[in-house]
């Protein structure tokens, strides 16, 4: 079993939905991240967690909220998608600020 | 605020030969420097990493980075490649002292023929 998962892997909705990607993991980490990647711009962050009471925006927060529910569990939510929140979105984590992060296998969404 | 530019979106190569990607950085701050690889349908692993010591680092599969300091890069290179390496590849940087801003290069889609 991966020790990051997201769910779903896949996901087509219509603009104006609400829309929520999970992300949990078994590595015990406290720190956990959401990213979103789009043809030719790398990876960027939406937002990170510390822990369960520390929720921290990134460079690219706007149109998205987070949930940390336990220390295994963050949360992505697109409260009104649109069509350029298409993109692949990862899930990581990361025991401390030392240490290498590891990433889920993706989430692909598709605002129509 | 740091920025990432990997100069080749696609780098083609035939099975057996050596390849570089380059990674050029720019930061105002002393910085942690990594290579991730993107299998298809899968999420990133760290390939290698270099937070200090000497510029050569040495990764898995094979692969290696040397740092340059001068040159602000991190080119990620290996000698001969198979068609398993077919996947595309992130540079990264995180400030040493900031330790949750990872930067990502746009990517190099690596291209292994046989």
């Known amino acids: 079993d991966a020790d990051v998962t997201q769910t779903p892997r896949n996901r087509i909705t219509k603009t104006g939905k609400r829309i929520m990607l999970e992300c949990s993991q078994t590595?015990?980490?406290?720190?956990m991240y959401w990213y979103r990647q789009d043809p030719g711009l790398g990876l960027r962050l939406i937002y990170y967690?510390?822990?369960?009471?520390?929720?921290n925006k990134g460079e690219i927060s706007d149109g998205y909220s987070v949930s940390r529910q336990a220390q295994a569990k963050f949360s992505l939510s697109l409260e009104s998608a649109i069509p350029n929140q298409t993109a692949l979105y990862f899930c990581?984590?990361?025991?401390?600020?030392?240490?290498?992060?590891?990433f889920g296998q993706g989430t692909r969404l598709t605002v129509v | 605020a740091q920025s990432v530019t990997q100069l080749d979106s696609q780098v083609p190569v035939f099975e057996e030969a050596p390849v570089e990607l380059r990674c050029n950085y720019s930061?105002?701050?002393?910085?942690?420097l990594f290579w991730y690889v993107q299998y298809p349908n899968q999420g990133l692993q760290l390939l290698l990493k270099?937070?200090?010591?000497?510029?050569l680092v040495k990764g898995i599969n094979g692969f290696e980075a040397e740092f340059n300091k001068s040159q602000t890069s991190f080119h990620l290179r290996k000698p001969s490649v198979h068609i398993s390496d077919t996947a595309e590849y992130f540079c990264?940087?995180?400030?040493?002292?900031?330790?949750?801003?990872?930067?990502f290069g746009g990517g190099t889609r690596l291209m292994v023929k046989p």
């Open positions: 990581a984590t990361r025991r401390d600020k030392d240490t290498e992060a590891f």
């Open positions: 590595k015990g980490h406290d720190r």
């Open positions: 967690s510390f822990d369960v009471k520390d929720i």
């Open positions: 930061s105002s701050v002393s910085v942690y």
């Open positions: 270099y937070l200090s010591g000497s510029t």
């Open positions: 990264a940087v995180r400030p040493i002292n900031a330790g949750n801003m990872l930067t």
